[in-house]
C-alpha cells in the first residue's frame, strides 16, 4: 500500500472564521484539489452509493455481485460498458494510477481488500470525495462544489449533488457547452433512484429535476488574496499541515474593508497614488479581522496590486513616537505634561524641523505627542538615547531594523527606519492587550501579551504573570489619553458629541519625501492600520497621513462594534504627586501654581521643575536688582517661571500669559554666568550650505538670536570683522564664503558668545 496513500499537490485554501472559503489556488500541478477532508455531506454519501456501490456499506471491498454482473454486460456487448468497481477499487485506482488491465483489475481487488482492513467505511468514502475526478482539472467534491456552483458541499440541493455524484464515473461531461443533454439525463436518473429507495419524496425529485445542471466553471472567491499569498510563503518556509487553514477574518468585514479600500483608490488614483492597505486586530487575542494588503487590479499591471504591502518594510513617518512617549514615562524621565524645547536645533550635523517649519518654544509632552511635533521628539529620544529605544523597539517586537542602531541614529524617531504595517499594529495591540488585562491580572504582567499578531484560529494559554513588564499600564494609558486628542480629520473636536462614535487613540505619520501615509488607530477592542502610497516608492504631493490614510481608517472604525467604553485607569499603577502648572515638571521649591496629579510611578524620579527660579525685585517691582545696588532688606523676594531665552524667543509669541523677567536696574550688574543672550542659528558646529539664487550669485544665511531684555543692542561680528547692530528683533543676513568661521555676538552689557561654522562649497 502507498504510504501516504495519495501524494499529489493541493491547493493553498484559507476559510474565514466561520470555515467558510476566502480564497484559493491551484495547485502546482494545475488541478484545483483541495487538501483532504474527512467529512462528507450525508447528502453526497447517498448520493454516490445509489449511483456507484449500492453494496459499499456491506462488501469487504469488492462486490461480487456487481463485478459478475460487469463482465457478463461486457461479454455480451463485446465491448466493456461496464466496471464493476466498487468505491474502494475506484480510492486504488485514483491512488495508484494503475492502467486498466485484468492483471491491474485483480491488483486492484487485492488492495481494495487490504484498504478496508486499514480503514473504515466512513474514511474510505472521504479518501474518495477528496481525490475523484469532477471534470476538467477540477479534483474533489470541496474544489467542485464551488468551481460549478460557487457555494460549499454542505449547501448543495438534492439536484446539484446528484450532479456531483454522477461526474467521477464520466467527468468529460462537464465542459462548457458540451454534453448538457447526456449529464442531465444522467442526473435525473439518479434521482429518481433515490426516491425508489426513499431517500427522497416525489416533490423533492421533481423540484431537483427543474434544477439546472452546472455550466461553466465559476471564478473562486477572493476575499483576501494578500492573506492567501502570505498563508502560501508561510507555509512553504514552515511547513506545518495541510494546505488548507481556518483564519480569524471575518469574511463580511473583509468584504467591507476591500470596498473602502476601493471607493478611496478611486479618488487617490487621480493624484497618481495608487495603492491602499489596512488591517484590523482583536486586541484581546492579536488575531487578524481584515486583511487587505492592497487593492485588487490585476487587469493593470502599473497599479502593481499584488504587493502585499502589509509584510512590506516601508518608512513609518512619526508613527513611533507614542512608543518613545510612553518609554519615556515609564522609565520616569517625563511626566505627561513636562515642558519639552521646540526650537530650531542641530545635534551632530541632523536638523530635525517640524511640518510646519515652526516653533512654540516649549511645549507640553503629550500636545507634542498629539501635534506630531518633529523637534521635541528628537529631543526627547537624544534624551532617552537611541541606541536604548532601538533595543525597547526589538523587544516590543519589531524586526525590520535590520541594521546597527548607530545606522538609524536619532532620524529613527522620524521614520529614519522601516517597519511593516503588520508588526508596527501589532505593538499597538500589544499595549492596549497589557493595558486590558492589568486588573484583570490584579496588577501584574504577562510577557506572552507581547507577540505578534496572528491570522489563525488564536489558542488560549494560561498567564505567567510577573510583577513588571516592558512598559507600566500608567505610561500606556497617558500615552493612548494623548493619542485621543487629535484633531479627526474633518470633524475638529465635534466627535466627542455624538455617542455613536468610537473613541480612539490616533497617530498618522507620512515619510520624507511624501511616499508614506500612515494612521493607526486604537480602542480597547480593535486596532485598525491604514497605508497609503505607491509600491514603487513614488512620493506624491499631498500624501500624507492625515490627508489619504486617516479618513479610511475612520472609515473602517465605523463599520467596527460601537463602544463608548475606554481603557480604564490603572490607578494601581499611578502615585499622586504635586506638578507644576506651567511647566509640567515635578514641582520644586519655586512653584506656587502646583497641580495634584496622578502619574505613573516612575514619575517620582522624573527631574524637578528648572524653570522656576527665585528673583530678586526693587521694593516698586519694576526691576531686578542684587546686593551690589539694593540693600537686600529692599528688596522683593518673587518666584517666577522663566524659559532659557531661544524658547522663551518663541513661546512668549504664543502663550500671553508668559511674563518675561523686569530687566535690571541701571548701575546694577548682571552675574557673570546669567543666562540672558542665546544664539538660536547657527548652532555652534553647524555645517551650512547656501544655495544659489536664480542670477547665479550666492544667497545669505539668516542668522537669529534671542536676548531677554527688551531693547537692548547687540552687536554682530563675522571672524572678528564687525557686520552690524540689531535691537528687538536680532536678526542678521550674512554671506560668509565657503569655510570655516566664527560669529561672536556682544551685547550692550559686554556679554559675548562665540558660535563656531562652516559653510559648505557643495
Not at 481608517?553 to 502615585?575: A, K, T, Y
Amino acid at each position: 500500500m502507498p504510504k501516504p496513500l495519495f501524494k499529489s499537490p493541493t491547493s493553498y485554501v484559507i476559510d474565514d472564521d466561520k470555515g467558510q472559503l476566502l480564497g484559493a489556488s491551484i495547485a502546482i500541478d494545475g488541478q484545483w484539489r483541495f487538501p483532504f477532508n474527512d467529512s462528507v455531506p450525508d447528502k453526497f454519501k447517498q448520493c454516490i452509493v445509489a449511483f456507484e456501490d449500492k453494496r459499499f456499506e456491506h462488501h469487504p471491498g469488492f462486490d461480487v455481485l456487481a463485478f459478475s454482473r460487469a463482465m457478463r454486460q461486457n461479454l455480451l456487448s463485446k465491448k466493456v460498458t461496464s466496471g464493476g468497481s466498487t468505491i474502494t477499487m475506484q480510492v486504488i485506482r485514483l491512488a495508484t494510477k494503475h492502467k486498466r488491465t485484468i492483471w491491474n483489475k485483480l491488483l486492484e481487488i487485492f488492495m481494495a481488500l487490504r484498504l478496508e482492513l486499514t480503514y473504515n467505511k466512513n474514511e474510505i468514502l472521504a479518501l474518495y470525495t477528496s481525490n475523484a475526478p469532477f471534470g476538467t482539472n477540477v479534483i474533489g467534491l470541496d474544489a467542485a462544489s464551488w468551481r460549478y456552483f460557487g457555494r460549499s458541499p454542505d449547501k448543495l440541493s438534492w439536484g446539484e449533488m446528484a450532479a456531483m455524484a454522477v461526474l467521477p464515473n464520466s467527468p468529460s461531461l462537464v465542459h462548457p457547452g458540451r454534453n448538457r443533454a447526456l449529464l442531465l439525463k444522467k442526473r435525473n436518473l439518479l434521482l429518481n433512484r433515490l426516491n425508489r429507495q426513499g431517500v427522497i419524496d416525489s416533490a423533492t425529485t421533481a423540484l431537483a429535476e427543474l434544477e439546472p445542471v452546472p455550466d461553466r466553471p465559476m471564478p473562486l472567491p477572493q476575499l483576501a488574496p494578500h492573506l492567501l499569498q502570505r498563508f502560501k510563503n508561510d507555509h512553504r518556509g514552515k511547513p506545518l499541515g495541510d494546505t488548507r487553514i481556518q483564519t480569524s477574518i471575518n469574511a463580511a468585514l473583509q468584504q467591507q474593508v476591500n470596498d473602502i479600500l476601493e471607493q478611496h483608490h478611486q479618488v487617490l488614483k487621480a493624484n497618481d497614488i495608487n495603492n491602499i492597505a489596512a488591517i484590523v486586530l482583536d486586541v484581546e487575542t492579536g488575531a487578524t479581522l481584515a486583511y487587505a494588503g492592497n487593492i485588487s487590479h490585476r487587469e493593470d499591471p502599473q497599479m502593481e496590486s499584488d504587493v502585499d504591502v502589509i509584510d512590506a518594510p516601508r518608512s513609518p513617518g512619526s508613527t513611533l513616537k507614542p512608543l518613545l512617549y510612553a518609554s519615556m514615562l515609564h522609565n520616569g524621565l517625563i511626566l505627561p505634561n513636562s515642558l519639552l524645547p521646540d526650537v530650531p536645533t542641530l545635534i551632530a550635523g541632523y536638523h530635525p524641523e517640524n511640518f510646519d517649519l515652526g516653533y512654540d518654544g516649549a511645549v507640553p509632552a503629550s500636545r507634542a505627542l498629539s501635534r506630531s511635533l518633529n523637534v521635541p521628539a528628537v529631543k526627547m529620544l537624544q534624551q532617552f538615547k537611541y541606541e536604548r529605544f532601538y533595543d525597547f523597539l526589538q523587544k516590543a517586537g519589531i524586526t525590520t531594523l535590520t541594521k546597527p542602531a548607530d545606522h538609524y541614529g536619532l532620524s529613527l524617531i522620524l521614520g529614519g527606519g522601516e517597519n511593516t504595517l503588520w508588526e508596527l499594529s501589532g505593538a499597538y495591540a500589544n499595549m492596549a492587550r497589557v493595558l486590558n488585562h492589568y486588573d484583570k491580572y490584579n496588577g501584574k504582567y504577562d510577557p506572552a501579551d507581547y507577540h505578534s499578531p496572528v491570522y489563525s484560529i488564536p489558542v488560549k494559554t494560561r498567564p505567567t504573570l510577573e510583577k513588571s513588564g516592558l512598559l507600566d499600564a500608567a505610561s500606556i494609558y497617558y500615552t493612548f489619553q494623548a493619542m485621543e486628542e487629535v484633531m479627526r480629520p474633518g470633524e475638529e473636536m465635534l466627535w466627542q458629541q455624538f455617542s455613536s462614535t468610537q473613541r480612539v487613540a490616533w497617530k498618522t505619520g507620512t515619510s520624507f519625501g511624501f511616499r508614506d501615509g500612515w494612521a493607526i488607530g486604537i480602542s480597547p477592542r480593535y486596532v485598525v492600520g491604514v497605508w497609503v502610497g505607491n509600491t514603487d516608492g513614488e512620493g506624491r504631493p499631498g500624501l500624507t497621513g492625515i490627508n489619504t490614510a486617516a479618513p479610511a481608517l475612520f472609515e473602517i472604525f465605523r463599520l467596527l462594534p460601537v463602544s463608548r467604553d475606554w481603557f480604564e485607569m490603572p490607578v494601581g499603577e499611578m502615585v499622586k504627586i504635586n506638578v507644576c502648572h506651567q511647566s509640567g515638571y515635578r514641582a520644586g521649591q519655586y512653584c506656587d501654581d502646583v497641580d495634584e496629579m496622578l502619574v505613573p510611578k516612575s514619575g517620582l524620579k522624573a527631574p524637578v521643575c528648572p524653570y522656576h527660579q527665585l528673583i530678586h525685585l526693587s521694593a516698586d517691582g519694576k526691576y531686578q536688582v542684587n546686593g551690589n545696588c539694593e540693600s537686600p532688606d529692599n528688596m522683593v523676594n518673587k518666584k517666577w517661571f522663566v524659559l532659557p531665552p531661544s524658547m522663551e524667543y518663541y513661546y512668549k509669541a504664543r502663550n500671553y500669559q508668559y511674563h518675561v523677567l523686569p530687566p535690571f536696574r541701571e548701575g546694577c550688574t548682571q552675574a557673570e554666568n546669567s543666562n540672558t543672550m542665546e544664539v538660536i542659528y547657527p548652532k555652534d558646529g553647524a555645517k551650512i550650505y547656501v544655495p544659489l539664487e536664480a542670477d547665479g550669485s550666492r544667497g545669505r544665511m539668516i542668522c537669529n538670536a534671542a536676548h531677554r531684555v527688551p531693547g537692548m543692542k547687540i552687536f554682530w561680528h563675522l571672524d572678528d570683522q564687525y557686520v552690524g547692530e540689531t535691537r528687538d528683533s536680532h536678526q542678521m543676513a550674512l554671506n560668509p564664503p565657503p569655510g570655516k568661521h566664527l560669529l561672536t555676538l556682544v551685547d550692550g552689557n559686554g556679554n559675548t558668545i562665540n558660535i563656531g561654522f562652516e559653510i559648505l562649497s557643495k
